[in-house]
Each structure stands twice: as structure tokens, then as C-alpha cells.
């Protein structure tokens, strides 16, 4: 035994255990291990204050000491097989030191990105406490019944957007003005067919959000403001069908316009503003008999119900295809016991459409603003439209109307 191991044992420490106590003493003052100096002395039951440790002062751990116990080692090695152990060690080191930033790096952003998104949902969350609903009044209707009722597709409203192009104007006044339209196309259908009851879809993408940089550009309202108005404009509407029809149903679907983050990959389930601007128009409309919010059962998502014994699924459409959304709901629906689809509602793509697929219908409704600098750069023409289906025991397409309300 040498001289220098002579004086680590008077520490208690064999070589092994003197040279792990100094790469975790090298690692600490370097920020790349989770430990503080008094876990070091206890870890290796020194009998010396942290301190001693912490500067390294006139002892084992000091500069002096080391640098001689190392090149006594040296002397006993191999120069090679010490300079690959030296160099490994370093690389180990760096390694761990880069890994540490990394998820040091991680927790800040997940940290940041937290705070912001509850700071985000707080607010609005006070904000519809806060909101004080609109006082509408029930006066039944008698609507006789009928063979058939309606599927009403309200989706990509996206309010809260300032377009002013030659392709298009938008804002909240006009958006008021197409639901209108849409309003009255809805009541000539009805007229029409004798229709007796319907079906809402609020198909997401209500607001316009900040998920793209011209949507933060162009997006004239914060979030709280557009929430508060749409959810005004959205309630009147489906006030407006209650007058008239006997019983009114609404469904929703979660948009990707109205995720409380930029990024989808760091978006959580279930924050989307679109589940919450239905609950406060159910709060308006909770002196309305014949209103009913149905709640979805398969996800926030994915809406599911029956007209005149059709099973329906409306999903928002940035998830699902018109080719590959009956493939995924009726896996869904397999694997949930539920009836397959006969009908599946799609909106996201601002574009009405109607496509069969293993027998199954799958309608896509366009958009309530119309072309905006995102689809002008994508070279996509289009004009706001929506649909109305007519939905008889017999048929779960009696008629689809292709309605554009500018």
C-alpha cells in the first residue's frame, strides 16, 4: 500500500471509493448531477465538514493531493489504457452534463408553456363565470309531426378573423349576416319538407384562435372577446330554430382553430375554447324546453347520435379524411359496442362535399368566413357555405342542400 492510499484510508475510502467520491464531487461543481454536498459526505460517511469538500482546501480533495494520487496511477498504468479510461470518463461526463441541459431545457418550456395555457384557461374560465346569459323567452310552438328532420352543420365559423381583400370581406358583422342567410335557407328547407325536428353539429373551429401566424395577424379579437361573441351569435341561432322546430339537439366537435397552444404536439386534450362556448350557450338557452346539449360519449371529439334510426359521427376533420374516416369511426365504434355509422359529418376543409364509402355517406361542410390570406396562399378558391340534410326513416340522404350564405 502507498503512502497516498495510506492517507485515504484514514478517510474511511478505499482507491475505488476515493475516485467515485471525486467524480461525484467533480460532477456537482459542474452542475450534471442532483446532489448536494452534505448527500456526498453522507453517501461516503466522511467525517469532514462540506464545506472541506465543497472547496477542496488542504486535504485528499484538494488539487495538490489529487494531482499527485493521479500520477502515482498513472506510473502503475499503461499510458494508453490510461488515456482511453481519462477520455472516457471526460465523454461520460459531457454526456450527462448535455443531457442534464436538455431536460433542464425541456422542463422550462413544458414549465412556460403550462403557465401560459393556465393563464389562458383561468381567464377565460372567469370570463364565462363571469358572463351573464341572454334572457331568452319560451313560447312553445306547435310543429306538426313528420316523416323527416334535419342535420344542421354549423362549422369553421372562425370568428373573431378581419379579412379585407379583394377575394373577401369579414368580420363580426358580416359573420352575424351569413348565419342569418343560413338561417333563412334553413326555413325554406323546413317549409319545404315539413320537417319536425333538428339536428345541430357544431363542427369546431368556431373561432379563429392563434394556431397560425395570419391567424394572429388577421385575428382582429383576443380570445375572450371571441368567445364572448360567437357564443352570443351562436345561441341566438339556435334560439331561432327552437321557434320552430319541436325539439332542437345540439352536438359539438373540438376544432383545431380553438386548441389552447400554437403547437398540436404540446396541446392537451381536451383544452379546446370550442367545448367551451357550447356550456355557456347552454347556460343561455337553459329556460328553453325543447334545447337539449347532448354530451359526447366517445371523446370530446367525436360527436355520435340517431335520426329516424340512422347512427351518425361528426368529427371536426383535422384527424380524418372523407376516404378514411369511415374506416376510423367504425373501429370506434366496434370496439365501443356502439351501431356502425350510416352517416359522418366532417367540416375543416371549408369546402362542401358528398362522398360514399363502403355504403356509408360521408358529408363535408365548407366554412362561414370564406377565403382568407392562408387560402389565397395556398392557391385555394372558395366561397362560405354550409349544408342542410334532410334525414327520413327510409333514407339517411332524402336531400343534402349545398347552401352558400353570402
Excluded at 478505499?14 to 454536498?37: F, R, V
Excluded at 323567452?137 to 372562425?158: A, E, K, M, R
Excluded at 363580426?172 to 348565419?179: I, P
Aim: proline letters at 2%.
Amino acid at each position: 500500500m502507498t503512502e497516498l492510499e495510506e492517507k485515504i484510508r484514514e478517510y474511511g475510502l478505499t482507491p475505488e471509493q476515493y475516485e467515485m467520491c471525486l467524480s461525484d464531487a467533480y460532477k456537482k461543481a459542474n452542475h450534471t448531477i442532483d446532489m448536494d454536498w452534505a448527500e456526498i459526505i453522507d453517501k461516503y460517511n466522511l467525517n469532514i465538514h462540506f464545506d472541506t469538500l465543497r472547496k477542496a482546501t488542504q486535504t485528499i480533495f484538494g488539487g495538490a493531493f489529487v494531482s499527485e494520487y493521479f500520477k502515482s496511477k498513472k506510473a502503475s498504468y499503461d499510458n494508453d489504457t490510461y488515456l482511453t479510461e481519462i477520455r472516457a470518463e471526460k465523454q461520460e461526463i459531457r454526456k450527462e452534463k448535455q443531457k442534464l441541459f436538455d431536460e433542464r431545457t425541456a422542463l422550462t418550456k413544458l414549465l412556460r408553456e403550462q403557465g401560459r395555457r393556465e393563464s389562458m384557461f383561468d381567464i377565460v374560465k372567469r370570463a364565462i363565470e363571469e358572463y351573464q346569459p341572454v334572457k331568452f323567452d319560451y313560447t312553445p310552438t306547435f310543429v306538426q309531426d313528420s316523416d323527416n328532420d334535419l342535420i344542421i352543420h354549423l362549422t369553421d365559423l372562425h370568428a373573431g378573423v378581419n379579412i379585407d381583400s379583394p377575394f373577401n370581406i369579414f368580420n363580426m358583422n358580416v359573420l352575424e349576416r351569413r348565419l342569418k342567410n343560413y338561417l333563412d335557407e334553413i326555413f325554406d328547407i323546413q317549409r319545404t319538407y315539413k320537417s319536425q325536428n333538428a339536428y345541430v353539429i357544431i363542427g369546431g373551429d368556431l373561432i379563429q384562435g392563434l394556431i397560425h401566424t395570419n391567424a394572429r395577424i388577421e385575428a382582429k379579437e383576443n380570445i375572450v372577446m371571441q368567445i364572448m361573441e360567437v357564443t352570443d351569435l351562436v345561441s341566438n341561432f339556435i334560439f331561432e330554430l327552437s321557434k320552430t322546430f319541436q325539439n332542437v339537439e345540439v352536438h359539438t366537435t373540438a376544432g383545431n382553430h380553438s386548441r389552447s397552444t400554437a403547437n398540436k404536439e404540446e396541446s392537451v386534450r381536451g383544452e379546446n375554447f370550442d367545448l367551451l362556448i357550447p356550456f355557456a350557450c347552454k347556460k343561455d338557452l337553459k329556460n328553453i324546453e325543447n334545447v337539449k346539449f347532448i354530451d359526447n360519449y366517445l371523446d370530446c371529439d367525436i360527436a355520435t347520435f340517431q335520426v329516424r334510426g340512422h347512427m351518425v359521427y361528426a368529427t371536426h376533420g383535422d384527424k380524418d379524411t372523407a376516404d378514411n374516416v369511415v374506416y376510423h369511426m367504425t373501429q370506434f365504434a366496434r370496439k365501443a359496442k356502439l351501431p356502425l355509422p350510416d352517416l359522418c359529418y366532417l367540416g375543416h376543409r371549408h369546402t362542401n362535399g358528398l362522398t360514399t364509402v363502403a355504403d356509408v355517406k360521408v358529408v363535408e361542410s365548407g366554412c362561414v368566413d370564406g377565403m382568407d390570406s392562408y387560402t389565397i396562399g395556398k392557391r385555394l378558391v372558395g366561397t362560405p357555405e354550409q349544408t342542410v340534410t334532410v334525414v327520413t326513416a327510409k333514407k339517411c340522404i332524402k336531400a343534402l342542400c349545398d347552401i352558400q350564405i353570402d
